[in-house]
């Protein structure tokens, strides 16, 4: 079993920054494919980005492309989540999820594990 808790939310004003990060226990990091998610409000939640763990190569919503930086840092069994130039709408709750899949679904169907989530809140 897999726990993953997100960290580094918060407020923050419109063009500003936030560094999300999401540690893994529980199972071979190094072997889980991992993605962004979030959810605004009222609205349903999306995939914003992920990282495979065969290829490592970085995928993008074209929503957070050119301003959203994913990582990951297996010896610290860690992914994270640079967030530039921060806009209103990227205001929502980010989660972090993990696939055993070596592509990276957009769908949230397709991951197996699921963090509680952070909040993230840009003002305008």
């Known amino acids: 079993q897999v726990q993953l808790v997100e960290s580094g939310g918060g407020l923050v004003q419109t063009g500003g920054s936030l560094r999300l990060s999401c540690a893994a226990s529980?199972?071979?990091?190094?072997?889980?494919?991992m993605g962004w998610f979030r959810q605004p409000p009222g609205k349903e939640r999306e995939f914003a980005a992920g990282i495979s763990w065969i290829t490592q190569r970085i995928y993008y919503a074209d929503s957070v492309k050119g301003r959203f930086t994913a990582s990951r840092d297996n010896a610290k069994n860690t992914v994270y989540l640079q967030m530039n130039s921060l806009k209103p709408e990227d205001t929502a709750v980010y989660y972090c999820a993990a696939a055993l899949s070596g592509l990276v679904p957009s769908s949230g169907q397709d991951y197996k594990y699921w963090g509680q989530g952070t909040q993230v809140t840009v003002s305008s």
């Open positions: 529980g199972g071979t990091f190094s072997t889980l494919t």
